[in-house]
């Protein structure tokens, strides 16, 4: 309590950014699942659930309706809370971080889940497939937005210690920036074969599908170099990250071929191998629908640590690239705890400084 | 609004016939009704009866919409004549939107069937083999005879049951038992309309005045539209009284006779009676015995491919794959895994593909005529033969187990 009421600085911001994230991931699954299981449309009002201001909506009623409802009052409730530790975490930054940008970017923050939720709610008014696309392909951003707040918004950003590290740390940023884009892209077009329209032409589907894979094998290409880059800065704060990627990334891909497998069935040809052949589809049963929404946030998650591993490599490129080259001689703990005390009241954590 | 126009149709349609100023005001209506949904619509049918790619003209596509739109209704509002035993209630549950009550079809089967039950939705492309075309009648894993509709009961165990190794999935889960039938009932209500519809592109392609007023030109295809819809209907009805049963079994009850009866199905298998199955199924039945036959359940396919191969592109909205003979060493039988489910696919054919049904032996057959043909007991011997084949090594096809049921 001391550091919230006393101190200038404060770690309730990066508290709150990091509780933000941690209930947006969930949040999303939750999300991922309402589309897995059709249940988008089971309740047709908004913002009240089914006549009921949404949060007096009985327990009983909740509970008792069956699974699509409940699935989406939850994710009604959860987006809700959400909303309000972003409202919290808003306020936080405007009371103890002296960052301009970082106050605006907060602004943008509320924004965006004011944005994403009333997109939801008319997603459900308007029963429109576009709708339900941009609601999908939104959420991981915003997802993305906490995280870029929860780095900036820890002590090492301020300090960035080891920075100096990074002799040339441009063509590693834009490699670092370009991994996320191609991350967001194949997000995007994984919606697209999620929300394909009845009514598209025969061989739609067909592009995306050939475009989703397509870029899964540029991502991974990507994802790899990235890694390999990373590790030779030798800092754990971007190796680390990058590392969890590649991993990431490669049960993402055993993820993608699964749900394919759980909606349609083995292939033909491993079929003849026999593999598969006595494979019976079940609609909309746990395992199609863990295995499929699993591919969903997944494919967030690997956004998210896709800009935090681009913020981090540009944040250290940008203070090495500020600092007297005098000082680029030598990286020592001198300098590092010169550049801190530098920072505006920033509050190192020895730990993170051991990193 | 759409829902009191169409019970306004349908009043007409049950009693018209004669009246045409019934007639004229009820297409009016039904126009109206095309229009107002014009959203979601059924996709015209291009292939039309003839293997006639070109599109019909402007007017004579028009008048064939109308016409479809009075007898079957829209994907929003279905309705069907009563003639044909569906029932309004379980339609209107599956179609339309998806919501609370409605949109059964297009929430579970539009993506693959497509809205209009034509095989063509979005992913079909992908899928091997292609999803059903609803619009030619003809379904593979039935219990009827030769060249029969499917049982209701058919249609539902499809459903429930998904089909192994292909797409189709099972809606156990997904589904209670009302929603299936509910879904049954609309898959009848597709095939019919996609029958129906090839049989007026013909009326409508002959006739060669078509007059300006539309409400007339559509009134000239009540009657035409009744006889097909007739027709169809009383096929599907007459169906659900025809299932293929045969006599009852006196089953192999020793391990001996077992063996005895898989060894008679294997040599006719191989060939005894002038039977085929290795022209398709190979001698070892791995599938591969080379046969190539584009036959499908749209009964132009192989012979299209056979006469004019490079008109297929044109005439087809997917490319045509040569039906796949079953390996039937994988233990996986797609019509289902019972003796009785095996029985029918031999001795009717799965519809549809090149498999072909088999004449039976009747009582007061001539000895000659008998020659040629089957007995239940040896179709029972080639389901017995079939379903020993998973455990037989393909390699050494002398040595049989003694009692596979032990381990099925």
Same mark, same amino acid.
């Given at each position: 309590?001391?550091?919230?009421?006393?101190?200038?600085?404060?770690?309730?911001?990066?508290?709150?950014?990091?509780?933000?994230?941690?209930?947006?991931?969930?949040? #999303?699954?939750?999300?991922?699942?309402?589309?897995?299981?059709?249940?988008?449309?089971?309740?047709?009002?908004?913002?009240? $659930?089914?006549?009921?201001?949404?949060?007096?909506?009985?327990?009983?009623?909740?509970?008792?309706?069956?699974?699509?409802?409940?699935?989406?009052?939850?994710?009604?409730?959860?987006?809700?809370?959400?909303?309000?530790?972003?409202?919290?975490?808003?306020?936080?930054?405007?009371?103890?971080?002296?960052?301009?940008?970082?106050?605006?970017?907060?602004?943008?923050?509320?924004?965006?889940?004011?944005?994403?939720?009333?997109?939801?709610?008319?997603?459900?008014?308007?029963?429109?497939?576009?709708?339900?696309?941009?609601?999908?392909?939104?959420?991981?951003?915003?997802?993305?937005?906490?995280?870029? #707040?929860?780095?900036?918004?820890?002590?090492?950003?301020?300090?960035?210690?080891?920075?100096?590290?990074?002799?040339?740390?441009?063509?590693? $940023? #834009?490699?670092?920036?370009?991994?996320?884009?191609?991350?967001?892209?194949?997000?995007?077009?994984?919606?697209?074969?999620?929300?394909?329209?009845?009514?598209?032409?025969?061989?739609?589907?067909?592009?995306?599908?050939?475009?989703?894979?397509?870029?899964?094998?540029?991502?991974?290409?990507?994802?790899?170099?990235?890694?390999?880059?990373?590790?030779? $800065?030798?800092?754990?704060?971007?190796?680390?990250?990058?590392?969890?990627?590649?991993? #990431?990334?490669?049960?993402?891909?055993?993820?993608?071929?699964?749900?394919?497998?759980?909606?349609?069935?083995?292939?033909?040809?491993?079929?003849?191998?026999?593999?598969?052949?006595?494979?019976?589809?079940?609609?909309?049963?746990?395992?199609?629908?863990?295995?499929?929404?699993?591919?969903?946030?997944?494919?967030?998650?690997?956004?998210?640590?896709?800009?935090?591993?681009?913020?981090?490599?540009?944040?250290?490129?940008?203070?090495?690239?500020?600092?007297?080259?005098?000082?680029?001689?030598?990286?020592?703990?001198?300098?590092?705890?010169?550049?801190?005390?530098?920072?505006?009241?920033?509050?190192?954590?020895?730990?993170?400084?051991? $990193? | 609004?759409?829902?009191?126009?169409?019970?306004?149709?349908?009043?007409?349609?049950?009693?018209?016939?004669?009246?045409?100023?019934?007639?004229?005001?009820? !297409?009016?209506?039904?126009?109206?009704?095309?229009?107002?949904?014009?959203?979601?619509? *059924?996709?015209?049918?291009?292939?039309?009866?003839?293997?006639?790619?070109?599109?019909?003209?402007?007017?004579?596509?028009?008048?064939?919409?109308?016409? !479809?739109?009075?007898?079957?209704?829209?994907?929003?509002?279905?309705? /069907?004549?009563?003639?044909?035993?569906?029932?309004?209630?379980?339609?209107?549950?599956?179609?339309?939107?998806?919501?609370?009550?409605?949109?059964?079809?297009? +929430?579970?089967?539009?993506?693959?069937?497509?809205?209009?039950?034509?095989?063509?939705?979005?992913?079909?492309?992908?899928?091997?083999?292609?999803?059903?075309?609803?619009?030619?009648?003809? *379904?593979? *894993?039935?219990?009827?005879?030769?060249?029969?509709?499917?049982?209701?009961?058919?249609?539902?165990?499809? !459903?429930?049951?998904?089909?192994?190794?292909?797409?189709?999935?099972? *809606?156990? /889960?997904?589904?209670?038992?009302?929603?299936?039938?509910?879904?049954?009932?609309?898959?009848?209500?597709?095939?019919?309309?996609?029958?129906?519809?090839?049989?007026?592109?013909?009326?409508?392609?002959?006739?060669?005045?078509?007059?300006?007023?539309?409400?007339?030109?559509?009134?000239?295809? @009540?009657?035409?539209?009744?006889?097909?819809?007739?027709?169809?209907?009383?096929?599907?009805?007459?169906?659900?009284?025809?299932?293929?049963?045969?006599? %009852?079994?006196?089953? %192999?009850?020793?391990?001996?006779? !077992?063996?005895?009866? @898989?060894?008679?199905?294997?040599?006719?298998?191989?060939?005894?009676?002038?039977?085929?199955?290795?022209?398709?199924?190979?001698?070892?039945?791995?599938?591969?015995?080379?046969?190539?036959?584009?036959?499908?359940?749209?009964?132009?396919?192989?012979?299209?491919?056979?006469?004019?191969?490079?008109?297929?592109?044109?005439?087809?909205?997917?490319?045509?794959?040569?039906?796949? %003979?079953?390996?039937?060493?994988?233990?996986?039988?797609?019509?289902?895994?019972? %003796?009785?489910?095996?029985?029918?696919?031999?001795? /009717?054919?799965?519809?549809?593909?090149?498999?072909?049904?088999?004449?039976?032996?009747?009582?007061?057959?001539?000895?000659?005529?008998?020659?040629?043909?089957?007995?239940?007991? +040896?179709?029972?011997?080639?389901?017995?033969?079939?379903?020993?084949?998973?455990?037989?090594?393909?390699?050494?096809?002398?040595?049989?187990?003694?009692?596979?049921?032990?381990?099925?």
């Amino acid at each position: 309590m001391s550091s919230f009421s006393s101190s200038p600085t404060s770690h309730w911001p990066r508290r709150l950014a990091v509780l933000l994230v941690c209930a947006t991931f969930p949040l #999303i699954w939750v999300g991922g699942l309402v589309t897995t299981t059709d249940a988008g449309m089971a309740v047709s009002d908004w913002p009240t $659930t089914r006549g009921y201001n949404m949060f007096l909506l009985p327990i009983g009623e909740w509970l008792g309706s069956g699974w699509k409802l409940f699935i989406e009052h939850s994710h009604r409730l959860f987006g809700a809370l959400v909303g309000m530790i972003t409202l919290l975490l808003a306020a936080a930054i405007w009371r103890w971080d002296g960052r301009r940008w970082m106050r605006y970017l907060a602004l943008v923050a509320v924004a965006a889940v004011i944005f994403q939720g009333v997109l939801g709610g008319l997603r459900v008014i308007e029963d429109e497939r576009l709708l339900a696309m941009v609601h999908g392909c939104f959420g991981p951003l915003f997802f993305t937005l906490a995280a870029a #707040i929860a780095a900036a918004a820890s002590p090492w950003w301020r300090s960035a210690p080891g920075a100096l590290r990074l002799a040339d740390g441009r063509a590693l $940023t #834009i490699l670092a920036w370009l991994t996320a884009a191609i991350a967001y892209a194949q997000l995007v077009l994984g919606a697209q074969i999620r929300h394909v329209p009845l009514s598209a032409a025969l061989g739609w589907f067909d592009v995306v599908v050939f475009f989703h894979v397509l870029n899964a094998g540029v991502l991974l290409a990507h994802v790899v170099w990235l890694w390999r880059r990373c590790r030779r $800065t030798k800092l754990a704060l971007v190796s680390a990250p990058s590392a969890w990627l590649v991993a #990431i990334l490669a049960g993402q891909i055993a993820l993608g071929g699964a749900t394919w497998v759980v909606h349609f069935g083995w292939p033909q040809f491993l079929q003849d191998r026999g593999l598969g052949a006595g494979y019976v589809v079940q609609a909309q049963s746990a395992v199609q629908a863990a295995v499929t929404t699993a591919h969903v946030a997944l494919g967030s998650l690997i956004l998210a640590l896709s800009v935090l591993v681009a913020l981090r490599v540009s944040r250290l490129a940008w203070v090495a690239s500020n600092e007297p080259a005098s000082q680029k001689a030598t990286e020592d703990s001198r300098t590092t705890a010169r550049r801190v005390a530098a920072a505006p009241a920033a509050p190192v954590r020895a730990m993170e400084l051991a $990193t | 609004m759409n829902g009191r126009l169409a019970n306004m149709i349908r009043r007409y349609v049950d009693g018209a016939g004669r009246g045409r100023r019934r007639a004229v005001l009820l !297409l009016c209506a039904a126009m109206l009704l095309g229009c107002a949904n014009s959203d979601v619509q *059924f996709r015209t049918n291009r292939q039309g009866k003839r293997n006639n790619a070109s599109n019909l003209p402007a007017q004579k596509q028009e008048k064939l919409v109308d016409g !479809l739109v009075a007898a079957f209704g829209t994907p929003n509002e279905p309705f /069907v004549w009563s003639g044909t035993a569906l029932d309004g209630a379980k339609l209107r549950r599956a179609a339309g939107p998806v919501k609370d009550g409605s949109g059964l079809y297009r +929430e579970h089967c539009a993506h693959c069937h497509g809205v209009t039950g034509d095989g063509l939705g979005p992913t079909a492309r992908f899928l091997n083999p292609y999803p059903r075309d609803f619009r030619h009648g003809t *379904f593979k *894993f039935t219990s009827t005879g030769q060249g029969m509709k499917p049982t209701r009961d058919d249609l539902r165990r499809t !459903l429930q049951e998904g089909i192994a190794g292909t797409a189709m999935p099972s *809606f156990k /889960v997904a589904l209670s038992e009302e929603e299936i039938a509910d879904l049954v009932e609309y898959v009848i209500y597709l095939s019919m309309r996609g029958e129906v519809e090839r049989d007026l592109y013909a009326a409508v392609d002959d006739d060669d005045e078509i007059g300006a007023d539309r409400a007339n030109e559509a009134a000239e295809l @009540i009657e035409p539209i009744k006889e097909a819809v007739e027709q169809v209907a009383s096929q599907w009805n007459d169906a659900q009284e025809q299932v293929f049963n045969p006599p %009852p079994r006196q089953r %192999p009850d020793t391990p001996k006779d !077992l063996a005895l009866s @898989i060894e008679r199905g294997r040599a006719l298998f191989l060939g005894a009676k002038g039977l085929d199955c290795t022209k398709c199924h190979g001698v070892t039945a791995l599938g591969d015995g080379g046969n190539i036959d584009y036959t499908s359940t749209n009964p132009e396919t192989d012979e299209v491919m056979k006469t004019t191969p490079d008109k297929a592109a044109e005439l087809f909205a997917l490319a045509l794959r040569p039906a796949a %003979p079953r390996n039937l060493r994988l233990n996986v039988f797609r019509g289902g895994r019972r %003796p009785i489910d095996l029985y029918r696919r031999i001795a /009717v054919g799965i519809k549809g593909t090149p498999m072909p049904g088999r004449q039976i032996v009747q009582e007061g057959d001539t000895p000659e005529a008998a020659e040629k043909k089957l007995t239940t007991e +040896e179709i029972w011997n080639l389901v017995d033969y079939v379903l020993s084949l998973p455990y037989e090594p393909a390699s050494r096809p002398q040595k049989l187990p003694t009692d596979h049921r032990a381990v099925n």
